[in-house]
C-alpha cells in the first residue's frame, strides 16, 4: 500500500482526531493573520522577516504529518472523546507550576518586558504557544523516537517512550534560559527557573503520552493564561 493510500485510510479510521486538529490549526492561523493585520513586529523577536502566517501554515502542515505518523504507529493520539479528567489534570497542573513562577517572579522581579502586553497577548500566545508544542515537542519526539526504535528493533515503544520524553523536556528550559532573559540573573535564579521549565514540559509531554494532544497544548493554554496575560497584567501594577 502506498504511503498515501495509508494516509488516507488511517484519516478515514480517525476522521474525529484529524477533523479536531485541522479546526485548532485554522483557528491560530486565523488568530495569527489578525494579530499581524495590527502589529507587524510582535512575532518578529521569533522568527524573524519571515511571515508568521506562513509559518502558522507550515507548522500546522508539519504538525499534521508528525502527528499521523504518532497515531498510525499507535503511539500517541491527537483527541480522545470524553477526556475531562485529563483536562482536569492539564489545568491543576498549569495552576501548580504558574504559583511556583510567580513566587519566583515576586522575589526576584524579573524584566517588565518579559510579557508579550495586553491585548496583543490574547492572540499571541495561544498561537505562539502551538508552534512551540509542535517544534519543542511533536517533532523532536517523533523523529527521536523513530530512530530509536529503527535502530534498535528489538526495543519496543513503552520501553523507550520515558527516556525520550526526559531527553526532549529538556529542549525548551534550554533555549530560555540561554535566549529567553536580556540580562544575567544569579545562577540559582536560571537554575530554579530552567526547573520549573523543566518540569512544565516533563508534566506536558506526560500528558500527550496519557491522553493527548489536545490535552497537551490544553495546558499550556491555562499556564499562559494565568502567568503571561492574567499576571503579565497584574505584575506591572504589582512589582513596578
Same mark, same amino acid.
Given at each position: 500500500m502506498s504511503m498515501t493510500a495509508r494516509i488516507t485510510e488511517l484519516i478515514a479510521a480517525e476522521r474525529l482526531q484529524f477533523q479536531v486538529y485541522v479546526i485548532l490549526s485554522l483557528s491560530v492561523t486565523f488568530a495569527t493573520a489578525i494579530l499581524y493585520y495590527f502589529n507587524k513586529d510582535i512575532y518578529k523577536p521569533f522568527i524573524g522577516r519571515f511571515n508568521p502566517i506562513i509559518v502558522m501554515l507550515v507548522v500546522s502542515l508539519l504538525g499534521f504529518f508528525l502527528l499521523a505518523f504518532l497515531l498510525a504507529r499507535g503511539w500517541f493520539e491527537i483527541f480522545e472523546v470524553s477526556n475531562i479528567k485529563g483536562w482536569i489534570v492539564a489545568v491543576g497542573l498549569a495552576i501548580l507550576f504558574t504559583a511556583v513562577i510567580i513566587f519566583i517572579d515576586s522575589r526576584v522581579i524579573l524584566p517588565p518586558d518579559i510579557n508579550r502586553p495586553y491585548p496583543d497577548s490574547l492572540l499571541f500566545y495561544p498561537t505562539i504557544g502551538f508552534v512551540v508544542e509542535i517544534i519543542f515537542h511533536v517533532l523532536p519526539l517523533t523523529i527521536l523516537l523513530f530512530l530509536v526504535t529503527s535502530l534498535f528493533k528489538n526495543l519496543d515503544f513503552q520501553s523507550v517512550v520515558w527516556?525520550?520524553?526526559?531527553?526532549?523536556?529538556?529542549l525548551e528550559p534550554i533555549f530560555q534560559t540561554w535566549f529567553g532573559f536580556s540580562r544575567p540573573y544569579p545562577a540559582w535564579v536560571m537554575a530554579i527557573i530552567a526547573l520549573n521549565i523543566y518540569?512544565?514540559?516533563?508534566?506536558?509531554?506526560?500528558?500527550?503520552?496519557?491522553?493527548?494532544?489536545? #490535552?497537551?497544548?490544553?495546558?499550556?493554554? #491555562?499556564?499562559?493564561?494565568?502567568?503571561?496575560?492574567?499576571?503579565?497584567?497584574?505584575?506591572?501594577?504589582?512589582?513596578?
Amino acid at each position: 500500500m502506498s504511503m498515501t493510500a495509508r494516509i488516507t485510510e488511517l484519516i478515514a479510521a480517525e476522521r474525529l482526531q484529524f477533523q479536531v486538529y485541522v479546526i485548532l490549526s485554522l483557528s491560530v492561523t486565523f488568530a495569527t493573520a489578525i494579530l499581524y493585520y495590527f502589529n507587524k513586529d510582535i512575532y518578529k523577536p521569533f522568527i524573524g522577516r519571515f511571515n508568521p502566517i506562513i509559518v502558522m501554515l507550515v507548522v500546522s502542515l508539519l504538525g499534521f504529518f508528525l502527528l499521523a505518523f504518532l497515531l498510525a504507529r499507535g503511539w500517541f493520539e491527537i483527541f480522545e472523546v470524553s477526556n475531562i479528567k485529563g483536562w482536569i489534570v492539564a489545568v491543576g497542573l498549569a495552576i501548580l507550576f504558574t504559583a511556583v513562577i510567580i513566587f519566583i517572579d515576586s522575589r526576584v522581579i524579573l524584566p517588565p518586558d518579559i510579557n508579550r502586553p495586553y491585548p496583543d497577548s490574547l492572540l499571541f500566545y495561544p498561537t505562539i504557544g502551538f508552534v512551540v508544542e509542535i517544534i519543542f515537542h511533536v517533532l523532536p519526539l517523533t523523529i527521536l523516537l523513530f530512530l530509536v526504535t529503527s535502530l534498535f528493533k528489538n526495543l519496543d515503544f513503552q520501553s523507550v517512550v520515558w527516556p525520550c520524553i526526559l531527553i526532549v523536556a529538556l529542549l525548551e528550559p534550554i533555549f530560555q534560559t540561554w535566549f529567553g532573559f536580556s540580562r544575567p540573573y544569579p545562577a540559582w535564579v536560571m537554575a530554579i527557573i530552567a526547573l520549573n521549565i523543566y518540569l512544565i514540559n516533563l508534566a506536558q509531554l506526560y500528558l500527550f503520552k496519557r491522553y493527548d494532544f489536545v #490535552t497537551m497544548y490544553s495546558m499550556r493554554l #491555562t499556564y499562559y493564561l494565568l502567568w503571561h496575560i492574567i499576571w503579565g497584567i497584574l505584575r506591572l501594577r504589582i512589582l513596578f
